[in-house]
């Protein structure tokens, strides 16, 4: 082998001209095989020798272990880039996130702003309207003042006139004491306006610019303390409207750190009221039934913790239906009421009238729906009208003080009312007539049509409350119901 001793750098006679077969040791100072000729030589007498077999699988085992290690982090740095590559996705995501986020806050605080603005211009409004108001009256009066002041400096110039000094002298004191209370009525700060053109108000914006300006990121780890939930972000694509009722949805901001325990969904009147709780709870999505139609509803959410409540979401608007869709009710018509056609079409399985309701609720509004007469056999009497929830299922509609109704025959129609009805000879019914129900609670009165006639003046009025479409029948009976339809 070649290499250096320990004895000071002294050169090493080889034994390359030695057979290979002959290395049976090592020599560790020279890191290189040696023969039994050069040991007998004495060439590595000052040499750590091993044997060659054990130096051969300890240094296997050495590289082994070194591969494995190598092995070890090469696996771990897959797994890295692996993070790494799922890092960019995530801060993609967040990115988004927090660009929605930045969005809607900004929004909120711009919403809130025109709100603001449009108080400060009802207040500029307020204080014009004031000035100009006080301006025309003092022109008003002076006006008149000056009309009548006018008129007798005209009359007294003629009097000045008069040449008889006794008829002078008899309406002369009495001129000059309304002259003189003429003279008066100019009393000082008479002839000066009561307002200025200027208008006293100053809109202190600065501190809400240096605000703006100072608008910046804060860093959400420093927050030990557990604080208020943030505004809660309504989902604008998954709030809709539907008949009568209106379904929201919101979710809380992309890394919220704050906890949230549950959420406040508060809804106005449809008539720009207050507003009033609809729900509370851990949902992030819920419907709402039973609103008016045709009616504009404003809608927010607010999330709280055990900290406390924190700041509504931004407002959105929905418009509940026009006119409206719906059926029979399965759920509240009497045992011997069958429903088909997706609960469109009543029957009935006895030979006693029986009742059944519609799906809606109206208490604001005008409605108009329509029932055709499918089956009429053995002149039965069928009714149709509007009734409480609560209605008796088991007699005719309108027999009590729940429900409103008009029955009718093959040749006249009643209005009845607890029981009480009246008779009317417009026409009656027969297989293929249509019965029309109007419903006005603008004016609180229900009217009736047969075949596109109106029976009469409104049947019922003076009504208020809550009412649902309702129809009386038995066996001898069908009808479909029809809704949707524009008001005549």
Known sequence: GAGKGAGGGRKLPTCAEHDLENYSMYCVSCRSPVCYQCLEEGKHSKHD?????????QHKAQLSQALNGVSDKAKEAKEFLVQLKNLLQQIQENGLDYEACLVAQCDALVDALTRQKAKLLTKVTKEREHKLKVVWDQINHCTL???????LMEYCLEVIKENDPSGFLQISDALIKRVQVSQEQWVKGALEPKVSAEFDLTLDS????????QLDFIQMKCRVPVSVPPVPLLQLEKCCTRNNSVTLAWRMPPLSHNPVEGYILELDDGDGGQFREVYVGKETLCTIDGLHF??????RVKAFNSSGVGPYSKTVILQTSDVAWFTFDPCSA????VL?????????????????????AFSKGVHYWELSVDRYDNHPDPAFGIARINVAKDMMLGKDDRA???????NRSWFMHCNSHTSRTEGGVSKGATVGVLLDLNKHNLTFFINGQQQ???????IEGVFMPALSLNRNVQVTLHTGLEVP
């Open 145 to 151: 003042k000056l009309r009548q002041s006018t008129g």
């Open 49 to 57: 020798v091993k044997a060659l077999g054990a130096m051969w699988k």
């Open 294 to 299: 045709n009616s504009t509803y404003n809608a």
């Open 206 to 213: 600065e501190p809400l610019l240096q605000s703006i300006h």
């Open 340 to 360: 088909s056609n997706d609960s469109q079409t009543a029957t009935c399985s006895s030979y006693d009238d029986r009742v059944v309701l519609g799906t809606a």
């Open 334 to 337: 009497h045992r011997d009421i």
């Open 404 to 410: 409103w109704a008009m029955y009718v025959d093959n």
């Open 456 to 462: 009469g003046p409104p049947a019922f009025e003076n």
